[in-house]
């Protein structure tokens, strides 16, 4: 049974820092693993997608790499600015698609 | 382009009473699933479908029931709906899982409230 792991499960941090999330899952027979961002009421935005040929992914200030046999993604957000604000979702998929519980991140203007 | 597309957006249902909530894609896409969200608990899968007329039980699937007799459409069922099925829904769906880009669409979610 797929698990996934979502560290922290929030995160306050001045405006400015980078900044990174963590992902973990435990199945690592996986198609790719997605990023997606929520914001509070609202639906899911996806950020990332990282097939699970690749390491990593680039959209902005996002970087998102996959670690597929350790079971591990990270989520690096440069320069966070109070926009970025919201709950960040990972996401594994094989036939199904499995999700973390989310990072509330919080940046402090 | 519509995407996924979820009717309602928003039900209120008295305990006991039974509803449908229609997911609709237009992309062709293989795959299709139901989830519930609730405060805290990330998105846990209900039910999914890899092909027309197929379904297969997820994470969370008592009390609901789906078919998929159309490729396009995913119908997720409440029969005797419960207080505990208060929710937001979403529905997503997806290419096969062995090809490139297999991306998740999301619709944008059906609030449901059981009074």
């Known amino acids: ?109 | 382009n519509a995407g996924v597309t979820q009717t309602p957006k928003f039900r209120v249902l008295k305990t006991g009473q039974s509803m449908t909530l229609l997911c609709a894609q237009d992309m062709n896409h293989e795959y299709m699933y139901w989830y519930r969200q609730d405060p805290g608990m990330g998105l846990r899968l209900i039910h999914y479908s890899v092909g027309e007329g197929t379904t297969a039980k997820g994470e969370v699937p008592d009390g609901y029931n789906v078919s998929r007799l159309k490729k396009q459409n995913f119908l997720l069922g409440l029969e005797s709906a419960a207080p505990s099925q208060t929710s937001v829904y979403f529905c997503a769906s997806s290419r096969l899982g062995a090809q490139m880009n297999t991306e998740a669409f999301f619709g944008q979610g059906t609030r449901l409230t059981v009074v």
């Open chain 1, 1 to 109: 049974k797929q698990e996934v792991t979502q560290i922290p499960a929030a995160l306050s941090v001045p405006e400015g820092e980078n900044l990174v999330l963590n992902c973990s899952f435990t199945d690592s027979a996986i198609y790719n693993l997605q990023w997606f961002r929520q914001d509070p009421g609202k639906g899911l935005t996806s950020l990332l997608l990282i097939q699970s040929s690749q390491r990593e992914q680039t959209s902005g200030r996002l970087n998102a790499s996959l670690d597929k046999s350790s079971g591990r993604s990270t989520l690096y957000i440069a320069a966070s600015q109070p926009g970025d604000s919201a709950t960040y979702l990972c996401a594994v998929k094989d036939d199904k698609i499995i999700f973390g519980k989310g990072t509330r991140l919080h940046i402090l203007p």
